[in-house]
């Protein structure tokens, strides 16, 4: 990683904690303790920073930690306090929750494990069994579980959402969303919204029909079905070509947000189907590629956004929405801000969609700006062809579905960011149920140290830079910021690390050994602040001396 003048030896700095196991006695066997998880508590996640209580911390999604124990002054302390090693040897993608000093650990392929926070000593497992048929386009991965009462719930690669006992381990209820046969599948964490749990699909590669779904969180029954491509008894079913709506892709593959003012979920969509050839879906395709503001009760869709019509590059808009109220032209204004994979950084109005802010925040060829609506207008000579078209952002976009942060201290965005470009491909595919749809592909046109990867800070009232900081070779890893003035993330060469949140300076970083495609969290046992990270197939939870 560039700047790091020392590879700090993992095991050296490692001091293992045995402190007080958080159990009780129950019915002969030991089961950890904790409060139920109210509705009233998820609205005010905030409030209780020592927990994290939802995969981005708070409803909003702002992945801010409002403890200040472990700050930019004395953040170089940090010392590793335990490790827990992933059974499985599939990368680690999960945000873990703690929960009254319990933490709840997700692992590839579709399993969770509750353990003690303070030490990683393993209170119960809960394996979920999978088919040997899954169709998986990119990983066998899962990122992580909600939580209402004593209940956990995860999704699974094979389309399911599986309600466990955060007491026991034992399952509640299971529930097929889809078939995992025709492609669908289930990575993300899911939502709680009041006494449902909203969830998302994916398998957008293989000609789905994308949705986002709510069940009752008690019984697993289907509340409502919001499909995000419309139907023929809608009129913007008439924005793609024939019957190509049905096998359009849209999925909805990373975890949305909430706003329970306005009783709105917020949720992203990805890019249609086939990826690369847009001549047989000719149309904007909506609402792929979009932010999607939903009625938490009904799924009615309220407004949608759509950053990049006729997506032929693969831009999913699947990355987290985060909301905010910030002081904007003479007034406060309810804004989601959005680092989109096409390459521009957005700023929306959350009550009614109305584009704000749109600026370039990674190197992009493919747009010569945004309009005063936020609708892109295009270069010549960009779209896939058989000859191959050089446009960037490449496929991986000017980032991708890593969590970005918000800190309410200093009111920036920070954002994993990448400058690169690819040959982008089109090739004539044939749909077959269960089978990849591309109709295309690309290949990167760099050396990898010819491009540049970087932790941006993104001013949401201008969309300006205000600082960055570099990473070679690209970081997948997703951010964090705290109440500490601090930005934590990592790198694909097995870094985690420190920046001033408002200098963007490096303070402190540590090898874990095996990339970081996870994003950081940050809690508290007993007064004590420990940040978690994943890294390969290991987790790791860092704390001051004692």
């Given amino acids: 990683m560039k700047r790091c003048a020392l590879v700090v030896a993992l095991l050296g700095c490692a001091h293992f904690a045995v402190g007080q196991e958080r159990t009780s006695d129950i019915g002969g066997g030991m089961t950890p303790s904790l409060t139920p998880v109210t509705w009233e508590r998820l609205v005010n996640a905030a409030d209780e920073p020592e927990n994290w209580l939802m995969y981005s911390g708070t409803l909003d999604s702002k992945r801010f930690s409002g403890l200040d124990q472990i700050h930019n002054r004395n953040v170089s302390r940090l010392e590793l306090k335990w490790a827990y090693q992933i059974p499985q040897l599939d990368r680690a993608e999960t945000t873990p929750l703690v929960v009254d000093g319990v933490m709840f650990i997700t692992e590839a392929p579709s399993n969770v494990v509750a353990v003690d926070a303070t030490t990683g000593r393993q209170f119960w497992r809960y394996n979920h069994e999978l088919p040997d048929d899954l169709r998986v386009c990119c990983g066998r991965n899962n990122r992580g579980v909600a939580i209402l009462g004593e209940t956990l719930y995860m999704s699974t690669l094979d389309a399911h959402l599986v309600a466990i006992d955060a007491r026991s381990g034992n399952l509640v209820w299971n529930r097929e969303v889809a078939d995992h046969a025709a492609g669908y599948s289930k990575t993300a964490a899911p939502l709680v919204v009041k006494d449902k749990v909203v969830t998302g699909i994916a398998g957008g590669e293989y000609g789905i029909r994308g949705f986002l779904d709510s069940y009752n969180a008690a019984s697993g029954e289907l509340e409502w079905r919001t499909h995000t491509i419309p139907g023929p008894d809608h009129p913007d079913n008439q ?111 959350r009550e009614t969609g109305e584009f704000l802010v749109g600026e370039p925040f990674a190197r992009q060829t493919w747009a ?24 960037s952002p490449a496929v991986g976009g000017g980032t991708n579905w890593f969590s970005p942060s918000f800190s309410p201290r200093t009111e920036l965005f920070y954002v994993q960011a990448h400058d690169s470009e690819a040959r982008f491909f089109i090739r004539d595919d044939t749909y077959e149920e269960g089978q990849i749809f591309l109709g295309g592909g690309s290949s990167g046109t760099e050396p990898t140290d010819k491009t540049t990867s970087a932790i941006r800070a993104i001013d949401p009232r201008t969309g300006d830079i205000r600082w960055e900081f570099e990473i070679q070779p690209r970081s997948t890893a997703g951010v964090l910021s ?4 601090l930005v934590f993330s990592g790198s694909v060469d097995g870094y985690f690390f420190a920046l001033d949140a408002v200098s963007g300076q490096e303070l402190w970083h540590i090898a874990v050994g095996s990339r970081v495609h996870a994003a950081p969290m940050s809690f508290a046992v007993d007064g004590k602040q420990y940040v978690t990270i994943a890294a390969g197939n290991v987790v790791y939870t860092f704390g001051l001396p004692d």
């Fill in 239 to 349: 924005t793609w070509a024939g019957d190509s709506w049905r096998t359009g892709g849209s999925p909805t593959w990373i975890t949305g947000a909430y706003d329970p003012d306005l009783d709105l979920v917020y949720w992203g969509t990805g890019n249609p189907g086939p990826d690369w050839n847009g001549d047989v879906r000719m149309g904007d395709n909506l609402y792929a590629d979009s932010a999607l503001a939903l009625d938490g009760d009904t799924g009615e869709m309220q407004w949608y956004f759509q950053f990049t019509p006729h997506d032929m590059h693969d831009w999913d808009a699947i990355q987290v929405p985060i909301l905010a109220d910030l002081q904007m032209d003479g007034g406060i204004r309810k804004v989601m801000m959005w680092a989109n994979r096409n390459a521009f950084y957005y700023t929306l109005d």
């Fill in 368 to 391: 010569e700006r945004l309009d005063a609506t936020g609708r892109p207008i295009r270069r010549p000579g960009t779209d896939p062809s058989v000859e191959g078209a050089v446009v």
């Fill in 482 to 485: 705290t109440a500490g003035d």
